[in-house]
């Protein structure tokens, strides 16, 4: 069966004709638009804004409040979720330097209730959404960077979305941490560290699964050697084994 070599690591994903592996492959296939000049250019604009910086745990966007503009961030991660019905966070997404908090409100209008917070010490640059309107129409060669923003979004949201429809709770624990380990993973002595400080509820949430199933299937990698956790932050130790997994 093919495999696919991720550009940000080198942890292999392998693709399998289910549903989800279809995106998958459109999703990832879908080349960047914009060149580092049209990258630099859009950073350039955030740089005029408001620079703020967030403790661990800090609202950046608080519940139902309406977002005070655009957020680049410059620096730290932060944690994207909503409240379940049951009173419950759900993770959606974490962000890391070079991502945008804000940008699919400032283009619809369109407010949801979504709350962003600090997960370390983070700073970030702030525009109204009149500057960002304004700086849009004004440099229309910006664009390239906005659509590879809306891009990478859709893909890990249509990729998260099929994962909990087809998935079982190891086969998406699995996903999540491959996931997890493109975006933030740092070669270690012992494997590939994520390098973002993960709770196991945040996990859970993540995957749709209790804590505690959560935690089995933390415990079940840990004691086969494919994963370590140290002071939350997860090792992957075997990258075929992680694989297989979802195989």
């Not at 070599?5 to 592996?21: A, H, M, Q, R, V």
Request: aromatic share 8%.
């Amino acid at each position: 069966m093919p495999a696919h070599k991720s550009g940000e690591t080198n942890i292999t994903l392998f693709w399998y004709d289910t549903p989800i592996d279809k995106v998958k492959r459109i999703c990832y296939s879908l080349p960047m638009l914009a060149t580092p000049t049209e990258q630099q250019q859009l950073v350039d604009f955030f740089h005029t804004g408001v620079h703020q910086t967030y403790v661990k745990n800090e609202y950046i966007t608080g519940p139902d409040e309406t977002p005070r503009g655009v957020f680049y961030i410059e620096s730290g991660f932060v944690k994207s979720y909503d409240i379940t019905k049951y009173g419950e966070e759900n993770l959606l997404i974490v962000r890391k330097a070079g991502e945008i908090i804000g940008l699919t409100w400032a283009i619809t209008g369109q407010v949801k209730s979504i709350i962003n917070t600090a997960l370390v010490p983070t700073s970030v640059w702030l525009v109204t959404r009149e500057q960002f309107h304004h700086f849009i129409r004004n440099h229309p060669e910006a664009s390239p960077p906005i659509i590879d923003t809306l891009t990478n979004m859709y893909r890990l949201h249509s990729e998260r979305i099929m994962t909990l429809e087809y998935r079982t709770v190891r086969e998406r624990l699995a996903s999540f941490l491959i996931t997890m380990a493109k975006r933030f993973g740092a070669q270690s002595g012992n494997g590939l560290t994520i390098s973002v400080p993960l709770k196991q509820q945040d996990i859970a949430s993540s995957i749709s699964a209790t804590r505690e199933t959560t935690s089995r299937a933390l415990a079940f990698l840990q004691q086969n050697g494919t994963i370590s956790i140290e002071q939350s932050l997860i090792t992957i130790c075997d990258e075929e084994s992680l694989a297989a997994i979802i195989s």
